[in-house]
Nanobody
Framework: QVQLVESGGGLVQAGNSLRLSCAASGRAFSIRVMGWFRQAPGKDREFVAAIYWSSGIRYYADSVKGRFTISRDNAKNTVYLEMNSLKPEDTAVYYC?????????????????????WGQGTQVTVSS
């Protein structure tokens, strides 16, 4: 079992920045991809960003490209999401997720089905 603990959410004004962290722990897992998703009130959960653990290749949703940056610390099994130029429409609960190599899920990194484990979420609220 893998546990994911997110932190760094909060309330900020539009134009400001936040940095989210997500630390993975547990036994017998190997990260292939870590991703961030978000869910705004009344909306479906949507893809934000993902990073391949070994290569560092990154993927972003069009809505955050150029403003958000995903990065990783392999030694700490931690993924980060640096969010700049925040907008009110970025308000959501942000979730991190892990694609475990051993589980062998396929599919696109943009889809929830790719991921095996999820964090509990952290609230980000951007005021105008």
């Amino acid at each position: 079992q893998v546990q994911l603990v997110e932190s760094g959410g909060g309330l900020v004004q539009a134009g400001n920045s936040l940095r989210l962290s997500c630390a993975a722990s547990g036994r017998a897992f190997s990260i292939r991809v870590m991703g961030w998703f978000r869910q705004a009130p009344g909306k479906d959960r949507e893809f934000v960003a993902a990073i391949y653990w070994s290569s560092g290749i990154r993927y972003y949703a069009d809505s955050v490209k150029g403003r958000f940056t995903i990065s990783r610390d392999n030694a700490k099994n931690t993924v980060y999401l640096e969010m700049n130029s925040l907008k009110p429409e970025d308000t959501a609960v942000y979730y991190c997720a892990v694609d475990d190599t051993a589980r062998g899920n396929g599919g696109s990194v943009y889809y929830e089905s790719r991921y095996d484990y999820w964090g509990q979420g952290t609230q980000v609220t951007v005021s105008s």
